[in-house]
């Protein structure tokens, strides 16, 4: 059944041949039996049952040959029908060459042999083995040259038979070489040889061409199975090598292979797994649809093999894991197959979700904040905005993106900037500058930009920058110059009034000396208007005195010489009474004062706030007798201090000029001073980090309030 299946077309190709040959040879005989053209060709009834017995032992051993190659393995396919050549034509040696897989045109030894005597011919088979012929060299090498049979009556005398020598010796004489084809090509050659001078007939060289094909289909099934084997071999070498899960199933879901990869990502050995159907290593809520899938490919042929998709496996142990999986079939015979390799993406999920969540952050986190981040590609084409910039320009975001962003910036800045914009890009280099940009309504804000390179590997894809308004800082800076300049201003004009305080005092003297002297020398001679003039001029240096000691004192305030220190405001208070006993005791006034606290300070400056309080309430007494009263007031975080005197008050509308210099409620004349006290007052306590203030009524008295910070 198995030569019928498989070699039956070249069986009747054959069988119709030597049918035909047949039929002609009767013909022959019958036409000349009848002409006398033919009467003197030999003819006889023994050559036609010659010829006829020679046809069926050329068909039963293409029958042989056949049954044989397709029964046996490559090696007794090969030596076996080279037994039954060499036993069919009575020849004692036969032996296969192949073509090298090396090199093409050079020809090796199979090592398949048929010896009638192996003893008698062992050298021969030794220098055989050991031999590699090329094209044209030696019996085979004919053959290949030629691509034919190939029969050598005496190989002893044959030129290019190199094992001439060896065949003298053991008396081998003919020799004969047919070539093992595949198609059109050359796969061996068979070498048959005899110690006889033998004759050989075309049919017989027909004949051994035919095995020669026969054989040939031995010799590519052998090199088809050898690079099968090859390329199965490689395939599990990679497999097993590979970290990722490789698994193989047929069309039922059965796995047929299982690699180490599989072993190490599902946790199941090899022999768990080959027979068992995939649907074990996948979460219940997939099984229903893959074997869906796997009907309808396998009732319809139809393909869904995706090249990449993300799914979940089920580890031992039912555990779920997020997997790659890339699918694709293939064909053995005209069986389907299916083929998977499986990637564990647990960490690559993780890592994607970290990215996620970062970018959310970082989305929420740029939306959140009040500056601008801008990015424009390398031509300065903004490519997004974030939603701080509607809050700057009153742009929305979409109505720039896509646009240059020079269009923002003031035409008078625009040079400045495109260089810094270029040496960002060009050179890699971050930047921070200042320039204006425009709003919606048409004005020029002022802003920052700090700008460096976007990056995509080593190569500048455009810049990010954050921008922020500056118009606060601006302000902010301009005042701090202004208050940085009136300090200045002010303290010129300190060191200018101490100057002048200090060196206006010695003519004042002298002008206050020389006037009495003038009085004390001259009163007798002087009239009335004279006396008068003298009195203005000693009353006006007095004046100028004490105007100019006052400064000196006011201009000295912030001195560095006044150092702070924890002191104990009762001392202060007690050293402002001694030095006004003498006034105290003529205006008979009386003073109460509560307990009083612990402050960081300086005694004389105090001292000096107590002084001037109190004087100023002896100066602005009123008919009745007066009293001063002193009371203190815990506050949250600082000592609140009240002193109220039953004066003559004032009106509430000046308890603010009162604190500046020289501004005064009444004229000298009626009350005397210099104008400098309360400022001297406010000076003092806001030194100290605390605040003065003053309320009042007419002829209801006032009260004079400040504060210190607590310790």
């Not at 110690?195 to 050989?200: D, R, S, T, V, W």
């Not at 150092?563 to 402002?576: K, M, P, S, Y």
């Amino acid at each position: 059944m198995s030569f019928l299946t498989t070699d039956s077309t070249t069986i009747i190709i054959l069988l119709s041949t030597l049918v035909g040959l047949l039929i002609l040879r009767i013909i022959w005989m019958t036409l000349k039996q009848k002409s006398p053209a033919y009467q003197n060709i030999p003819s006889s009834t023994s050559v036609l049952h010659k010829d006829v017995n020679a046809s069926t032992a050329y068909l039963e051993l293409l029958r042989d040959v056949a049954i044989t190659v397709n029964r046996e393995n490559f090696s007794s396919a090969i030596e076996q029908t080279l037994a039954l050549v060499c036993q069919f034509v009575g020849w004692p040696i036969g032996h296969v060459y192949l073509r090298s897989t090396v090199a093409a045109q050079t020809l090796i030894s199979a090592q398949a042999w048929y010896l009638a005597s192996p003893s008698e011919f062992a050298e021969f088979k030794q220098v055989s083995e050991n031999l590699a012929l090329d094209d044209d060299n030696g019996l085979p090498g004919l053959v290949m040259t030629k691509k034919k049979p190939v029969w050598v009556p005496d190989v002893r005398v044959y030129p290019k038979f190199v094992r001439k020598e060896i065949a003298k010796k053991l008396g081998i004489v003919s020799g004969f070489g047919f070539p093992i084809m595949m198609g059109d090509k050359i796969g061996g050659i068979i070498e048959l040889y005899s110690k006889e001078n033998k004759n050989l007939t075309p049919d017989f060289i027909d004949l051994m061409s035919q095995v020669g094909t026969m054989l040939g289909r031995v010799v590519e099934r052998q090199i088809s199975d050898d690079a099968l084997k090859q390329s199965e071999k490689k395939f599990r070498s990679v497999s097993q090598s590979a970290n990722d899960a490789i698994i193989s199933c047929d069309t039922n879901g059965e796995v047929i292979s299982w690699n180490h990869g599989a072993e190490v990502l599902f946790g199941y050995l090899e022999s768990e797994t080959i027979g068992q159907n995939l649907k074990f290593i996948m979460p219940e809520r997939f099984r229903k649809m893959h074997q869906m899938g796997m009907d309808r490919m396998n009732s319809t042929g139809e393909k869904r093999i995706f090249k990449t998709v993300e799914l979940m496996g089920l580890r031992k142990g039912a555990i779920e894991f997020p997997i790659e999986l890339s699918l694709s079939d293939w064909l053995q015979g005209d069986k389907r197959f299916y083929s998977a390799i499986i990637r564990d993406i647990t960490e690559r999920k993780a890592a994607e979700d970290t990215i996620r969540n970062s970018e959310v952050r970082l989305r929420h986190l740029i939306n959140a904040v009040h500056d601008t981040i801008c990015t424009t590609d390398g031509k300065g084409i903004i490519t997004s905005m974030s939603p701080g910039f509607e809050t700057l320009t009153g742009w929305r975001p979409d109505e720039f993106i896509g646009k240059d962003f020079p269009q923002l910036i003031h035409p008078d800045d625009l040079p400045r900037v495109m260089a810094l914009f270029q040496e960002t890009v060009l050179n890699k280099k971050a930047v921070t500058f200042e320039t204006r940009s425009k709003s919606k309504s048409g004005e020029y804000i002022p802003i920052e930009s700090s700008a460096q390179a976007l990056m995509e590997g080593d190569n500048v894809i455009g810049t990010i920058s954050v921008v922020r308004d500056i118009s606060q800082r601006r302000k902010t800076e301009e005042e701090r110059k202004a208050r940085e300049l009136l300090e200045r201003t002010n303290k010129e004009l300190e060191q200018f009034a101490y100057i002048s305080s200090h060196d206006l005092q010695e003519p004042l003297r002298m002008v206050g000396s020389y006037a009495l002297l003038l009085e004390n020398r001259y009163k007798d001679k002087l009239d009335n208007d004279g006396k008068e003039f003298i009195q203005y001029i000693v009353e006006g240096a007095t004046r100028m005195h004490e105007l100019i000691h006052d400064l000196l004192a006011f201009s000295r305030l912030a001195s560095p010489e006044h150092e702070f220190l924890i002191i104990d405001v009762h001392e202060t208070f007690d050293r402002a009474v001694k030095n006004l006993a003498l006034l105290i005791d003529e205006s008979k006034v009386q003073i109460t004062a509560d307990k009083f606290p612990k402050v960081k300070g300086n005694v004389p400056q105090l001292s000096q706030v107590f002084q001037n309080l109190i004087s100023n309430a002896i100066k602005f007494r009123g008919s009745e007798p007066l009293k001063i009263d002193i009371k203190v007031t815990e506050k949250e975080n600082k000592w609140e201090f009240a002193v109220k005197d039953n004066g003559i008050g004032f009106d509430p509308m000046h308890a603010d000029r009162i604190f500046i210099v020289f501004k005064r409620l009444h004229s000298k004349e009626i009350y005397k001073g210099t104008g400098i006290g309360l400022a001297t007052v406010k000076k003092i306590i806001e030194r100290h980090g605390g605040q003065v203030w003053a309320t009042s009524e007419p002829s209801r008295g006032s009260i004079f309030y400040f504060t210190l910070p607590k310790i």
